[in-house]
C-alpha cells in the first residue's frame, strides 16, 4: 500500500514545507558501437585507459576503462562492442561522455557508431531538515502480499522502500536521507519525493530538547 493521502488535505504539499531538492549523484548508461573491438590496440593507442582481464596472470583482456575529464565520468568498453558509463552527474553528461569515447576510437581507425544508447540507472540524495519515526513508515507501508518495504534497523540502518508508481527504490534514513536508486529518468525522483513526502512530514519526529 502506497501513500496517497497528504499530511493535510487540501492543503498542497509545498504550502506545507519546503521539498529539498534531490542532488544527482551518479548517472548509470548503456549504448552500443556495432562492431568488436580489438581491447588491446585501443587501450595502447588511446591515453587514461586501463585494462581489465578475468585473472592477473591472463592475457585475455575483459574489458578497458576510460577515464574522462570533461564530462567526468568513467566509460567501460567491451570487445562485443558494448560501452557503459558510470559516475557522470547528469544524464547528459553521460551521453556525452560516451560519445567522447566513440570519438576517441574513430580516431584510431574503427568504423563505430554509437546505436542503442539508454539510461539504465540514476542515483539521486537528498536531505529534509527534520528527523523521520522509521517504524511507523515501515507500518504504514508494509504490505504482505507485495512485500515491497522492508526495515530492519539491526541488519541496515535504512528502510527500503520499493515504490510502485513511479517505478524505483527509496532507501529513506532516520535523519533525514534519503536515497533514490533505479530511476530511469529524473522526473521519476522528483515524481517519487512529492509522493512519499507528505508521509515522511506526518511522521516528522519532535525532538526533545533535555
Request: glycine letters at 4%; proline letters at 5%; hydrophobic letters at 35%.
Amino acid at each position: 500500500m502506497e501513500p496517497n493521502n497528504p499530511a493535510h488535505k487540501n492543503e498542497p504539499v509545498s504550502d506545507i514545507s519546503p521539498l529539498p531538492i534531490p542532488q544527482i549523484t551518479n548517472v548509470v548508461s548503456t549504448a552500443y558501437l556495432g562492431i568488436n573491438l580489438d581491447l588491446a590496440k585501443i587501450a595502447s593507442k588511446l591515453p587514461n585507459c586501463e585494462s581489465i582481464k578475468y585473472r592477473s596472470n591472463s592475457n585475455n583482456i575483459n574489458s578497458i576503462k576510460m577515464q574522462i575529464k570533461k564530462p567526468k565520468a568513467t566509460v567501460t568498453i567491451f570487445r562485443t562492442g558494448k560501452i557503459n558509463c558510470f559516475g557522470a552527474k547528469s544524464e547528459e553528461d553521460s551521453k556525452s561522455a560516451i560519445k567522447i569515447a566513440e570519438k576517441n576510437i574513430k580516431k584510431i581507425g574503427y568504423n563505430v557508431e554509437l546505436n542503442n544508447f539508454r539510461i539504465v540507472n540514476i542515483v539521486a540524495t537528498c536531505q529534509l531538515n527534520f528527523d523521520i519515526r522509521l517504524l511507523e513508515i515501515y507500518q504504514t507501508l508494509f504490505n504482505t502480499k507485495t512485500n515491497r518495504c522492508n526495515y530492519e534497523s539491526d541488519v541496515f540502518p535504512g528502510l527500503i522502500y520499493h515504490m510502485n508508481n513511479p517505478e524505483i527504490t527509496l532507501l529513506i534514513f532516520c535523519g533525514g536521507k534519503i536515497n533514490f536508486v533505479g530511476a530511469k529518468n529524473t522526473t521519476v525522483i522528483s515524481d517519487a519525493l512529492n509522493k512519499i513526502y507528505p508521509l515522511l512530514l506526518k511522521n516528522k519526529k519532535n525532538l526533545t530538547l533535555k
